[in-house]
C-alpha cells in the first residue's frame, strides 16, 4: 500500500465524517415540527379533554409522520458512518 | 474504548468448496423464529380449551386482547374491513415483540432494514390489492396518468420501511455508544484513584444501572411507539386505498 493511496482513504474517511455531520443537521426540522405538533395538541385536549384519546393518537400519528425526514438524515449518516460506501471506489486506482 | 456498531451476523451458512459463502442465514431471521415461538405458544395458551362462558383469566385475557384490536379495527377502518383484523394484529405482535426482545439479550428484529423492507413490501402488496378490489383494475392504472403518484406509491413503503428502521436501530446506536462512555469513565475513574495509568480491565461499575434508565425511553417507549404508529399507518393507507 503505497502513501499516496493511504492520504486517499484518509480524505475519503475524513469526508465522510464531516458529511455524516452535516447530514444530522436535518434533525432540526423534525424537532420544531414536532414540538408544535405537541404543543397544538395539548392546546387542543385543553380546550376539549373529552377527546383526549383521539387527539394523542392522531398526535403520535402526526409526529411520527414528520419525524420521516429527519429519519431519513439519520440512515444517511449510519450509511457514510459505517458502511464506507466511497472508499471500494479508491482501491487500487491511486 | 471501541465503539463498534454491527449489522446482523450470519447465523448458518451453507460454503461451497473453495468457501465462499452460497446462502447464509441472518440473526435476524434466527431471532424472528425465536419471536414467531413466542407469539405461537402465547397464542396456544390463552386459547386453550375455550367456554362459552368464561371462567379462566387465560380466556379473559384473550377476549380482551382481541376485542381491542376489533374495536381499534373498527373505529379507524370501518365495519366492512373488518377481515384485515388477523393480518394487523399479527405484524403488531411481531414488530413489538421483535422489538422488545433486546431487553433480554437479542438484537432487535426490527434493527434490520431487510426485516422492516420485508414488513412495508406486505403492508404495500396489501394497499394496492384493496385498491384494485374496490376501485377495479383500470380505474388503478389511470391514477397513473399523473406521474407524480409514482413517486407517492413508491414511497409509500420505502418511508414506513425505514422509519420503523430508522427509529430502532438509532435507539440502538445511542445505547451502544452510552455502554461506551461509561466503560471509559469508569477506567478513567480507576486509573484516577489508583493513581495507575493504564488500559487494564476492570469492572466497568458505572454501567450498572444508568443504561438502563435510557433503556426505558430507546427501548421501550420507542419500540411500543413505532410499533402503533406502523399499524396505524397501515390502517390508514388500506382505509385510503378503499376510497
Same mark, same amino acid.
Given at each position: 500500500?503505497?502513501?499516496?493511496?493511504?492520504?486517499?482513504?484518509?480524505?475519503?474517511?475524513?469526508?465522510?465524517?464531516?458529511?455524516?455531520?452535516?447530514?444530522?443537521?436535518?434533525?432540526?426540522?423534525?424537532?420544531?415540527?414536532?414540538?408544535?405538533?405537541?404543543?397544538?395538541?395539548?392546546?387542543?385536549?385543553?380546550?376539549?379533554?373529552?377527546?383526549?384519546?383521539?387527539?394523542?393518537?392522531?398526535?403520535?400519528?402526526?409526529?411520527?409522520?414528520?419525524?420521516?425526514?429527519?429519519?431519513?438524515?439519520?440512515?444517511?449518516?449510519?450509511v457514510l458512518l459505517w458502511m464506507n460506501p466511497f472508499l471500494k471506489h479508491l482501491t487500487g486506482t491511486v | 474504548m471501541n465503539v463498534e456498531v454491527q449489522g446482523p451476523k450470519r447465523m448458518i451458512s *451453507?460454503? =461451497?468448496?473453495? %468457501?465462499?459463502?452460497?446462502?447464509?442465514?441472518?440473526? !435476524? +431471521?434466527?431471532t424472528g423464529w425465536i419471536v414467531i415461538l413466542i407469539v405461537l405458544a402465547v397464542c396456544l395458551i390463552l386459547t386453550k380449551d375455550l367456554k362459552k362462558i368464561?371462567?379462566?383469566?387465560?380466556?379473559?385475557?384473550?377476549?380482551?386482547i382481541v376485542k381491542t384490536v376489533n374495536n381499534m379495527i373498527e373505529t379507524n377502518m370501518g365495519k366492512d374491513l373488518m377481515g384485515?383484523?388477523?393480518?394487523?394484529?399479527?405484524?403488531?405482535?411481531?414488530?413489538?415483540?421483535?422489538? *422488545?426482545? =433486546?431487553?433480554? %439479550?437479542?438484537?432487535?428484529?426490527?434493527?434490520?432494514? !431487510? +426485516?422492516?423492507?420485508?414488513?412495508?413490501?406486505?403492508?404495500?402488496?396489501?394497499i394496492t390489492y384493496t385498491k384494485i378490489r374496490y376501485n377495479g383494475l383500470g380505474k388503478y392504472l389511470l391514477s397513473f396518468v399523473n406521474p407524480l403518484n409514482i413517486i407517492s406509491e413508491v414511497a409509500t413503503p420505502v418511508a414506513m420501511a425505514l422509519r420503523l428502521f430508522g427509529n430502532v436501530c438509532g435507539g440502538m446506536i445511542i445505547t451502544m455508544i452510552l455502554y461506551g462512555a461509561l466503560g471509559s469513565l469508569s477506567t478513567i475513574v480507576y486509573n484516577g484513584l489508583l493513581g495507575l495509568n493504564s488500559d487494564v480491565?476492570?469492572?466497568?461499575?458505572?454501567?450498572?444501572?444508568?443504561?438502563?434508565?435510557?433503556?426505558?425511553?430507546?427501548?421501550?417507549?420507542?419500540g411500543a411507539i413505532q410499533s402503533y404508529v406502523f399499524i396505524m399507518l397501515t390502517m390508514a393507507y388500506i382505509k385510503m386505498g378503499k376510497e
Open positions: 500500500m503505497n502513501e499516496a493511496l493511504l492520504n486517499a482513504q484518509a480524505t475519503v474517511l475524513a469526508a465522510q465524517a464531516i458529511g455524516a455531520g452535516l447530514a444530522m443537521i436535518a434533525g432540526i426540522g423534525p424537532g420544531i415540527g414536532e414540538g408544535y405538533a405537541v404543543g397544538k395538541a395539548i392546546e387542543t385536549i385543553g380546550r376539549q379533554p373529552e377527546i383526549k384519546g383521539t387527539a394523542t393518537s392522531t398526535m403520535f400519528i402526526g409526529c411520527a409522520v414528520a419525524e420521516t425526514t429527519g429519519i431519513y438524515g439519520l440512515f444517511v449518516a449510519i | *451453507l460454503l =461451497s468448496e473453495d %468457501g465462499s459463502v452460497i446462502f447464509s442465514i441472518s440473526e !435476524s +431471521v434466527v368464561p371462567e379462566t383469566k387465560r380466556q379473559c385475557a384473550a377476549e380482551f384485515y383484523a388477523p393480518y394487523i394484529a399479527a405484524v403488531f405482535s411481531y414488530i413489538i415483540i421483535g422489538t *422488545l426482545i =433486546s431487553m433480554i %439479550g437479542f438484537r432487535s428484529v426490527t434493527a434490520d432494514i !431487510s +426485516v422492516t423492507g420485508g414488513l412495508a413490501l406486505m403492508t404495500f402488496t396489501l480491565y476492570y469492572f466497568n461499575i458505572f454501567q450498572i444501572g444508568i443504561p438502563a434508565v435510557l433503556s426505558i425511553y430507546f427501548d421501550l417507549f420507542s
